[in-house]
């Protein structure tokens, strides 16, 4: 069949469509529920569903909901020399860094770590961050996802400060946190090989996928944590703190502290691990 012709095959499809649509949905969770069934009849993929739902989801949450707090912020400060920012920014490997002037909680602008290179190839160069500093975009944290979403869109920025009532800064968001809340998780500067469940960063420090099963993490580090109720990292993150978490919370959890480093709405998907002594 020619791209264009409607044979029998296509028309069952929109028939199909047609019946699963026919009834208009008048809630969101109606909506949500004829999608799932329109999955249900392979009219959808998996994939396809998680979006959707996705979509749904942001136009609902606010951006108090997937911000960074403040204490979790990696920042600069105006003030430091080139020699204490450097480390600063290959430790983090992030591409952009709030700049903190002599109130603390005040946010001066925004510091891309390209703009360091040229200072880096030419060490006689006279370093002044207020060269620099770009614009910081702040953002009230009852703003909705998808409001911020197109104003990142229209402005180009990646990155924006979240201000509480008092006009301090209480944490970041970025383009790609609420990407996330849509298609799931994005590859950064924390992935590692495919068939890698735990890499070793330091003598105790680890970044650890939460899909490791209990089982491997036990084997790993010689540990017995129970898996009677629950088979990966991330289950047993989410039962010690209660609720599902948002990156940047830790918990302690028998000798080791464990860190978020990726999540979303949904689903917990990195890790950093912390031995808390050296026996574990």
């Given at each position: 069949?020619?791209?264009?012709?409607?044979?029998?095959?296509?028309?069952?499809?929109?028939?199909?469509?047609?019946?699963?649509?026919?009834?208009?949905?008048?809630?969101?969770?109606?909506?949500?529920?004829?999608?799932?069934?329109?999955?249900?009849?392979?009219?959808?993929?998996?994939?396809?569903?998680?979006?959707?739902?996705?979509?749904?989801?942001?136009?609902?949450?606010?951006?108090?909901?997937?911000?960074?707090?403040?204490?979790?912020?990696?920042?600069?400060?105006?003030?430091?020399?080139?020699?204490?920012?450097?480390?600063?920014?290959?430790?983090?490997?992030?591409?952009?860094?709030?700049?903190?002037?002599?109130?603390?909680?005040?946010?001066?602008?925004?510091?891309?770590?390209?703009?360091?290179?040229?200072?880096?190839?030419?060490?006689?160069?006279?370093?002044?961050?207020?060269?620099?500093?770009?614009?910081?975009?702040?953002?009230?944290e009852s703003k909705r996802l998808n409001v911020l979403l197109n104003e990142f869109r229209?402005?180009?920025?990646?990155?924006?400060?979240?201000?509480?009532?008092?006009?301090?800064?209480?944490?970041?968001?970025?383009?790609?946190?609420?990407?996330?809340?849509?298609?799931?998780?994005?590859?950064?500067?924390?992935?590692?090989?495919?068939?890698?469940?735990?890499?070793?960063?330091?003598?105790?420090?680890?970044?650890?996928?939460?899909?490791?099963?209990?089982?491997?993490?036990?084997?790993?580090?010689?540990?017995?944590?129970?898996?009677?109720?629950?088979?990966?990292?991330?289950?047993?993150?989410?039962?010690a703190l209660g609720h599902l978490p948002k990156r940047g919370e830790t918990v302690d959890?028998?000798?080791?502290?464990?860190?978020?480093?990726?999540?979303?709405?949904?689903?917990?998907?990195?890790?950093?691990?912390?031995?808390?002594?050296?026996?574990?």
């Amino acid at each position: 069949m020619r791209n264009g012709d409607s044979g029998p095959l296509s028309g069952r499809w929109l028939e199909r469509l047609k019946r699963i649509f026919s009834n208009e949905p008048e809630d969101r969770v109606q909506l949500i529920r004829l999608l799932r069934d329109a999955r249900a009849r392979a009219l959808l993929d998996t994939d396809a569903l998680s979006m959707m739902e996705g979509v749904l989801q942001v136009a609902e949450m606010r951006v108090q909901d997937i911000m960074i707090p403040r204490a979790h912020m990696t920042v600069i400060d105006r003030d430091d020399p080139l020699e204490d920012i450097l480390p600063v920014i290959i430790e983090s490997a992030h591409s952009r860094f709030p700049v903190i002037g002599d109130d603390r909680s005040e946010v001066v602008g925004i510091l891309l770590a390209k703009d360091l290179l040229a200072y880096c190839r030419d060490g006689r160069r006279r370093f002044d961050m207020r060269d620099l500093l770009r614009s910081a975009v702040f953002v009230p944290e009852s703003k909705r996802l998808n409001v911020l979403l197109n104003e990142f869109r229209a402005s180009r920025n990646h990155m924006a400060i979240v201000v509480d009532e008092y006009g301090a800064a209480a944490g970041l968001v970025t383009i790609e946190d609420v990407l996330e809340q849509i298609v799931g998780e994005i590859e950064d500067e924390h992935d590692f090989d495919e068939e890698t469940s735990i890499l070793q960063r330091s003598e105790r420090e680890y970044t650890v996928k939460a899909v490791t099963e209990i089982e491997d993490f036990n084997e790993y580090f010689r540990v017995h944590f129970a898996d009677d109720d629950f088979d990966t990292i991330a289950g047993l993150v989410a039962h010690a703190l209660g609720h599902l978490p948002k990156r940047g919370e830790t918990v302690d959890i028998d000798g080791f502290r464990f860190k978020v480093l990726r999540a979303d709405s949904r689903r917990i998907y990195l890790l950093s691990v912390r031995r808390l002594s050296v026996d574990g």
